[in-house]
Every structure is written in C-alpha cells, then in structure tokens.
C-alpha cells in the first residue's frame, strides 16, 4: 500500500506489481518485456537492482523511464504469449476510483475486503479505492465463507465493499456466507451466468456488474451504465469503444500496439456490444467469433443463451479447426448436476430455438470444472487446446 500511495502522489517511482508465485522463466520474460529499472521481491525481501540479474539473457535491459504522470504499469491479463504493459496514469486511476465510489454511494472510512489478485486490476483497483476513501483494506489470498464472517462481521470496523469475479460468488453462495452484510459486491471479470444474480438478490446482496479492462483502469461501466466521465460507443464493426479520464496512456514500449489501440482519445477494445437507451450489452469478444460454415457465430452470445439451458451449470463455447465447416462450434460444459448431464443434443435444441442454426454447438465435453486463468477468466486457450485434443 505505501508503494502504491506513493506512486499515486508522485513521491515515489512508478510501480510493476508482478506475481511472486509465477515460475522464475516466466517471471524472467515479463522482467525483460517490461524492463523496470528495479526489483523488489516479496520471497526475500530484498532489492535487485539492476533487473537484468532476472532476466533470461542476463544482459542489461534497457530499462526505459515512464511519464511523470505515470503511476502504475500493470500486465494486462491474457491466455496466450506475453501480456501487455499498461501504463496507468496516477490521474486515470484517481478517477476511476473516484468514479466509482461516487456510483456506489460509499462514504469515507469504508473498508473493503481485496481477495483479487492485486497484480490484476480488479484487485489494484479496491486498494485504490480504499486509499481514496482513507481506509485501511483487508488483504487475504482467497474469497471463503469463513473470510467473509469474521471481516463483515467486525464491530465498527467491518467490510462493507468487496469486489469478486463470478466464481468466487458461485461459491461463497453455496456455502451460505452473509453477503447481505455489503453495501455493494461489485462483479466483474468473466460473464454472469443469469440465475446467479437472483439468487444473490434472495440472499440479500446488491451485486453492481462492472464491465472494463486493465486499460481502463478497471470496472468503467456499472450495470451496463457508463461510469460520470466515461463515454462509451461502437465502431461499424461493432466493436465497443470507451472514451474518458479512465484511460491508459500507452503500453509499455509497444508504440505500434499503442496506435492500433487509441484513435482519437477512443481506446478499441476486442469486444463487441450493443448500446440501447445508453445501455450496454457485451455480446463477446471479437476474436472468439467462431467462422463456421460462412456464417459467423459470437461464442459469447451463445454462452449467454446456454447458460439457461436445464441442466447446464456453466458454459464456454470456442470454435476448433473442421475440414468441412472451417471451424466446428464447441461446448465445454460443467453440469449443474454432475450426475445427470446435459446431452449435446439437449444443447443443440435450446441453442437452435434461439439462435441461428449454424450457431448451436457440433460437438460438447463435460466437465467438472473450466480451466481459469488468475484473472477468474476462462482460459480459452487451454480449453480451445483441450477441445481440439479431443477431436
């Protein structure tokens, strides 16, 4: 939290928050990808400096400054190949915390539980939002019901905020935990299956979906409704595109990634959405449209209608190579009912009552569980290499 407080009032460096616990190569490759000037590791408490001593090579990175403004440089998650550098201005993450406090209605003094990675957004941002509010976080590795008790439950001291991905709130439902005892429980993340926020609401919690990314310093949009300040559009390819104080500046010495992102203070994401009424809806990401038989199917729309499919406890779609049809649409399901599974042409007659044809699934594993990433997020390419695997 120093670290971080210092960086945000501009009397200390700017920060890299890295995973400790990543293997030491791949540790390596992110270290030479972003070339900072120093290390400070959690395991030894001690300062590498220079960084080049954990780097691959060895040799001497050329360890680039930063912007003044610049507070924090953040990995922006991903399932394939090095992720990129967002620089965060300390200007972008005052705002979006700022923002963000304003939409939920929380006062001064209000303490949040962080039990998100804080080398992810969605974890650095409570620490942000706790420093804005002048209150100290409380910091724990895991999301459990008895984590939830014993914080919520302090006399005069308790969370009143936390902030999840929407497998932690599967389980800390099932397991009965007091979520009532939150102001907000903002979720974001990964896609909301559409039973799980009802039942949420049964149990008393007022869960706030957040729609956002590393480059926009976390959660900008609030139940499909645009953070003061931040403006959100579509281009003609119906990819989402957001504007405001919330966003990144660059990524770390990619200047070509950094002009294919930011058009005229419009950063492009890789999603594509729908605005009604200054509503947004998220169909899915531009680059899980499956090409199948010619026709193009948005994984995520599909997810989203499977997911109410009987007997479907969640669902993710990707699209794996096919002689005939280009790509073959295929569902990874867990079962609500580990006993009793939904059969691929259970799937394939909900999905083709309410999609196109083309878009029901061709093929179907079961599950117990989906690959994630750290992030909460599905990791898509592991479950796309698993898919293929299995012919």
Request: aromatic fraction near 4%; proline fraction near 7%.
């Amino acid at each position: 939290m120093e670290a971080l407080a210092a960086a945000l009032d501009g009397s200390g460096p700017a920060i890299l928050p890295l995973d400790a616990t990543l293997p030491r190569a791949r540790l390596a490759e992110l270290i030479e990808a972003f070339a900072p000037a120093s290390i400070e590791t959690s395991r030894d408490f001690q300062r590498i400096s220079p960084a080049s001593q954990l780097t691959r090579s060895g040799a001497q990175a050329a360890a680039a400054g930063v912007d003044d403004d610049v507070a924090v440089v953040l990995a922006t998650s991903g399932s394939t190949g090095l992720p990129k550098g967002a620089e965060l201005t300390a200007a972008a993450l005052t705002a979006s915390a700022t923002s963000s406090l304003a939409r939920l209605g929380a006062t001064s003094g209000e303490r949040w539980l962080c039990c998100l990675p804080v080398h992810h957004i969605s974890g650095l941002g409570v620490l942000v939002r706790s420093l804005l509010a002048g209150s100290s976080p409380v910091v724990t590795d895991r999301a459990d019901v008895g984590v939830i008790v014993r914080e919520v439950a302090q006399p005069g001291s308790g969370c009143r905020y936390i902030s999840l991905v929407p497998t932690q709130l599967r389980r800390l439902l099932d397991g009965g935990a007091p979520l009532s005892g939150f102001r907000a429980i903002l979720l974001g993340g990964a896609a909301v299956q559409p039973g799980l926020l009802d039942e949420a609401a049964a149990a008393g919690a007022r869960v706030v979906t957040t729609y956002g990314m590393t480059e926009t310093c976390g959660g900008c949009v609030y139940d499909g409704v645009p953070l003061d300040g931040v403006h959100v559009a579509t281009d003609a390819d119906g990819r989402i595109k957001i504007s405001g104080p919330v966003l990144f500046s660059r990524y770390r010495l990619s200047p070509e990634l950094t002009r294919a992102a930011l058009h005229d203070g419009w950063f492009v994401t890789s999603d594509l959405g729908e605005l009604s009424d200054g509503r947004l809806k998220v169909r899915g990401r531009a680059d899980d449209v499956i090409n199948s038989g010619g026709e193009k199917v948005v994984a995520g729309e599909v997810e989203h209608v499977l997911r109410d499919c009987p007997g479907v406890g969640d669902v993710v779609v990707v699209g794996i190579p096919d002689p005939d049809w280009g790509e073959r649409v295929t569902a990874m399901v867990v079962p609500a009912d580990p006993s009793d599974p939904p059969s691929l042409d259970d799937i394939r007659t909900y999905a083709r009552d309410r999609l196109p044809r083309y878009a029901a699934p061709r093929a179907m594993m079961v599950v117990g569980e989906l690959p994630m990433l750290p992030s909460g997020k599905p990791d898509r390419q592991v479950i796309r290499d698993i898919a293929i695997g299995a012919g």
